[in-house]
């Protein structure tokens, strides 16, 4: 933080604000693969070695509220499409003899 209130001194801002919430992040400059990555995740969701919240985490770097949200329509839908397997059932005729 004192680099930051340094550069912000000789900027003329004499004081530092309030509630900021800073984060440095180092970028490689590469292209990220999401595809491969999201495979990698599906594998390690799948297999019990990593939660859906973890793969969520990393891969679109959702973290806080947005992560819970993202997570809750997620069991929602899954919800929904159970229960649509089960009228879906209920449709089909019994034929047993």
């Known amino acids: 933080m004192d680099i930051l209130k340094t550069a912000l001194f000789?900027?003329?801002?004499?004081?530092f604000p309030d509630n900021v919430d800073?984060?440095?992040a180092?970028?490689?400059?590469?292209p990220r693969d999401l595809f491969t990555?999201?495979?990698?995740h599906q594998i390690m969701v799948e297999s019990?070695?990593?939660s859906k919240e973890t793969?969520?985490?990393e891969l679109k770097g959702f973290d806080g509220e947005t992560l819970q949200n993202e997570?809750?329509?997620?069991?929602?839908?899954n919800e929904m499409s159970t229960y649509q397997m089960d009228q879906a059932r209920k449709q089909i005729p019994d034929i047993s003899l």
């Open 10 to 15: 000789f900027e003329g801002s004499k004081k």
């Open 22 to 24: 800073i984060s440095f």
């Open 26 to 30: 180092w970028d490689l400059g590469l």
């Open 37 to 40: 990555e999201a495979q990698t």
């Open 48 to 50: 019990g070695m990593e």
């Open 55 to 57: 793969a969520i985490r």
């Open 71 to 77: 997570l809750d329509k997620i069991e929602k839908q």
